[in-house]
């Protein structure tokens, strides 16, 4: 059965500080992974999908790297914003089944 | 592009009665997924269609919940009877195919007094 954790449960960090959050699985046959934002009493909002043959994936000041051997994933924030305040979520897929989520991240950018 | 529609937002019921959530998914997908949302964690699957037919429904508490999607587009969860448990928020996605990025709803937030 696929695990996901993520670390830290929580994060506090000022403006403009540059962060890293971490996922890592226990199943190293994933077909993708997500990352998504999830803001309070919100839906989910796709940030970077990484497919199981890639190493990373770009989008504007975030940046995520996946190493599917070691079961690891990180999501880099630069410059990080009050407005990246939010809860970040890591998700494996495996072929022919749905998402498997970690917990979470909780973000806080104080300004 | 109109994304995915949920309704309603927020439900409270009292333990023991029955509830229906509502999904609408973006038009032309073909995969719906039904989460659940405790406090605290990150959502789980309770079932998972294709068009009309279920791919998976094994996380689902089939003696109290139930769901389907007529004619392969809007699909409805129910609760009947719901316990204190079941107080979540309740997500809805879709996607073109099942190997394709997900799409989520606003979700619907249930608290169960």
């Known amino acids: 059965k696929q695990e996901v954790t993520q670390i830290p449960a929580a994060l506090s960090v000022p403006e403009g500080e540059n962060l890293v959050l971490n996922c890592s699985f226990t199943?190293?046959?994933?077909?993708?992974l997500q990352w998504f934002r999830q803001d309070p009493g919100k839906g989910l909002t796709s940030l970077l999908l990484?497919?199981?043959?890639?190493r990373e994936q770009t989008s504007g000041r975030l940046n995520a790297s996946l190493d599917k051997s070691s079961g690891r994933s990180t999501l880099y924030i630069a410059a990080s914003q009050p407005g990246d305040s939010a809860t970040y979520l890591c998700?494996?897929?495996?072929?022919?089944?749905?998402?498997?989520f970690g917990k979470g991240t909780s973000l806080l950018v104080t300004p | 592009e109109a994304g995915v529609a949920q309704s309603p937002r927020y439900k409270i019921i009292e333990k023991r009665q029955s509830v229906a959530f509502w999904c609408n998914p973006i038009s032309g997908h073909a995969t719906l997924y039904w989460y659940q949302q405790i406090l605290g964690q990150g959502p789980k699957l309770l079932i998972q269609?294709?068009?009309?037919?279920?791919?998976?429904d094994s996380q689902l508490p089939k003696d109290r919940f139930s769901a389907e999607r007529l004619k392969g587009v809007d699909s409805t969860l129910k609760i009947q009877p719901a316990k204190l448990e079941d107080s979540a928020v309740y997500l809805c996605?879709?996607?073109?195919?099942?190997?394709?990025?997900?799409?989520f709803g606003p979700g619907t937030r249930l608290t169960v007094t």
């Open positions: 269609f294709q068009n009309n037919g279920v791919v998976d």
């Open positions: 199943d190293s046959a994933i077909y993708n």
């Open positions: 998700a494996v897929r495996q072929t022919g089944y749905a998402l498997n």
């Open positions: 996605a879709s996607s073109f195919l099942a190997q394709y990025e997900q799409y």
């Open positions: 990484i497919q199981s043959s890639q």
